[in-house]
């Protein structure tokens, strides 16, 4: 069983950055993917980035190409989203989630999500 536990989210204003953090427990080497999604009010979940615990591949959204970096640290068992010029319609509850493969960008190849982190950018 894989646990997973973002932290990060909050209120910024267009323009600015945060940094998201998502800790995985109980990993193993079959869960080799880990992705970032997003969920605006009203809309379907969002495929953000992905990326490879062995070998740091990523994959990009292209409305986020340029401005977000995911990132991971192995020793720790987390990964990173670090968003950039921010934009208000970057708004959205923000999950990270665990696949087998790597460069899934579709939430139904993820078995294990985070229960989520809000992100609020303001005009």
């Known amino acids: 069983q894989v646990q997973l536990v973002e932290s990060g989210g909050g209120l910024v204003q267009a323009g600015g950055s945060l940094r998201l953090s998502c800790a995985a427990t109980?990993?193993?080497?079959?869960?080799?993917?880990m992705g970032w999604f997003r969920q605006a009010p009203g809309k379907g979940r969002e495929f953000v980035a992905a990326?490879?615990?062995?070998?740091?591949?990523?994959v990009y959204a292209d409305s986020v190409k340029g401005r977000f970096t995911m990132s991971r640290d192995n020793a720790k068992n987390t990964v990173y989203l670090q968003m950039n010029s921010l934009k208000p319609e970057d708004t959205a509850v923000y999950y990270c989630?665990?696949?087998?493969?790597?460069?899934?960008?579709?939430?139904?190849?993820?078995?294990?999500w985070g229960q989520g982190t809000q992100v609020t950018v303001s005009s």
């Open positions: 109980g990993r193993t080497v079959s869960t080799d993917g």
């Open positions: 989630a665990a696949s087998k493969f790597m460069g899934q960008t579709r939430d139904y190849e993820y078995n294990y």
């Open positions: 990326i490879s615990w062995s070998g740091g591949n990523t």
